[in-house]
């Protein structure tokens, strides 16, 4: 004869049904697997393009204690962009130098093969767009910015 499912009431012979936990109880695991994934979002996204931003951040240390050559072999220059050029726009009393103190990495954002790193230099009004390409981590001036011409 098959099991009976519900047992007799009258007789006490009947299963006793589980507690519920309780909502704190049910939540805490859901709520940790969110928080880890956030957690993992987060160092992702501060850390995906951390090459090109050290990259530029070295390019920065070398015009800041006027190693000008050195950071010159990182810019991606031509035949076009000579190294007087390099000086008018980088030298010690350059467009982007003149009175400059202090430059730092504000923004990054990936742009297919390459990647646009922004850099705030406390004598301009706005951060400069440089644009580093991924294989040979070159630098150029980036043709696109979120934030307008210094």
Same mark, same amino acid.
């Given at each position: 004869?098959?099991?009976?499912? %519900?047992? !007799?009431?009258? $007789? @006490?012979?009947?299963?006793?049904?589980?507690?519920?936990? #309780?909502?704190?109880?049910?939540?805490?695991?859901?709520?940790?697997?969110?928080?880890?994934?956030?957690?993992?979002?987060?160092?992702?996204?501060?850390?995906?393009?951390?090459?090109?931003?050290?990259?530029?951040?070295?390019?920065?240390?070398? %015009?800041? !204690?006027?190693? $000008? @050559?050195?950071?010159?072999?990182?810019?991606?220059?031509? #035949?076009?962009?000579?190294?007087?050029?390099?000086?008018?726009?980088?030298?010690?009393?350059?467009?982007?130098?003149?009175?400059?103190?202090?430059?730092?990495?504000?923004?990054?954002?990936?742009?297919?093969?390459?990647?646009?790193?922004?850099?705030?230099?406390?004598?301009?009004?706005?951060?400069?767009?440089?644009?580093?390409?991924?294989?040979?981590?070159?630098?150029?001036?980036?043709?696109?910015?979120?934030?307008?011409?210094?």
């Amino acid at each position: 004869m098959a099991d009976k499912l %519900i047992g !007799s009431l009258i $007789y @006490d012979n009947h299963p006793i049904p589980k507690k519920s936990r #309780a909502l704190k109880e049910r939540l805490k695991v859901p709520v940790a697997i969110a928080l880890v994934l956030i957690f993992i979002s987060g160092i992702t996204y501060k850390f995906a393009n951390y090459r090109e931003e050290r990259r530029v951040r070295q390019f920065m240390e070398a %015009i800041e !204690s006027g190693q $000008y @050559d050195l950071a010159y072999q990182q810019w991606d220059a031509d #035949a076009r962009y000579t190294m007087k050029d390099f000086l008018q726009d980088w030298g010690k009393d350059g467009y982007y130098t003149k009175g400059m103190h202090q430059a730092r990495v504000i923004d990054s954002n990936g742009r297919g093969g390459a990647v646009i790193v922004y850099v705030a230099i406390d004598s301009l009004k706005s951060p400069v767009a440089f644009r580093v390409d991924k294989e040979t981590l070159k630098l150029s001036f980036s043709p696109i910015s979120k934030y307008p011409s210094p």
